[in-house]
Nanobody, 122 residues
Framework: VQLVESGGGLVQAGGSLRLSCVGS????????IGWFRQAPGKEREGISC????????YYEDSVKGRFTISSDNAKNTAYLQMDSLKPEDTAVYYC????????????????WGKGMLVTVSS
């Protein structure tokens, strides 16, 4: 199983990025797919996920209203549209596939992407 992220990079505050996560060796319909991020000196946090079965979504408070998660299960691809980016969004972003536990942060993650850096300059 592989999850491969793309779309990260450097952007100015207020700008947008679209992250993609392409999966192989798994069927997105069977999983909750989402994103975690880890900022320098901080713990990794779950920021958003989408249920492959019913497309229900979750957003952590700090990204609610700015980020939008979606998925194209036929392509085994998930997206995270990030708008109105802030310097505090700077982090390594990881795609993950798992089963919801006590929320996305408590999820049982079975598969991780390698992560990619998103840097938001002020």
């Amino acid at each position: 199983v592989q999850l491969v992220e793309s779309g990260g990079g450097l952007v100015q505050a207020g700008g947008s990025l679209r992250l993609s996560c392409v999966g192989s060796g798994l069927i997105f319909d069977d999983w909750t797919i989402g994103w975690f991020r880890q900022a320098p000196g901080k713990e990794r946090e779950g920021i958003s996920c989408i249920n492959g079965n019913d497309a229900s979504t979750y957003y952590e408070d700090s990204v609610k209203g700015r980020f939008t998660i979606s998925s194209d299960n036929a392509k085994n691809t998930a997206y995270l549209q990030m708008d109105s980016l802030k310097p505090e969004d700077t982090a390594v972003y990881y795609c993950a596939a798992g089963v919801m536990g006590l929320g996305w942060n408590g999820a049982y993650i079975r598969h991780w992407g390698k992560g990619m850096l998103v840097t938001v300059s002020s």
